[in-house]
């Protein structure tokens, strides 16, 4: 994996270009931290190229709150913790406006397949 400022892609692309057809992925660089990720994709299927980008963004998500859960200790609760939980959040989120339907549902179904898949 190679590393670019996003000056030196601004003021030199094609060599830039050539770095990801070599190494397939390149790093940006802006202000000496890396802001973002270019990776080389099929002229024939890019888009299962970004399919596996987001299932990857996602996995690494998921284990992120996974691991704030452990570190608060949030992973001990119960079901019916949970469950209390998120009713409450609901509750005041509806009276605010902010929560849809769906957003609601699929809140709900994350926590409990979430819980679900620590007990076994």
Known sequence: MKFMTVRGLGGRPGQGWNQ???ECDLV???NGKPVA?????SED???ESFS???RASAVAAVEKVQSHS?????DKLSLEDITTEVKAVRTAKRKCG???I???LSLGSFLLSAHKEKLS
């Open 20 to 22: 990801l057809a070599h």
């Open 28 to 30: 940006l660089i802006s």
């Open 37 to 41: 990720i270019l990776s080389a994709v």
């Open 45 to 47: 299927n890019p888009e």
């Open 52 to 54: 596996a980008v987001r």
């Open 70 to 74: 452990i570190e608060t200790g949030t």
């Open 98 to 100: 902010l929560l849809s």
């Open 102 to 104: 769906p957003m609601r």
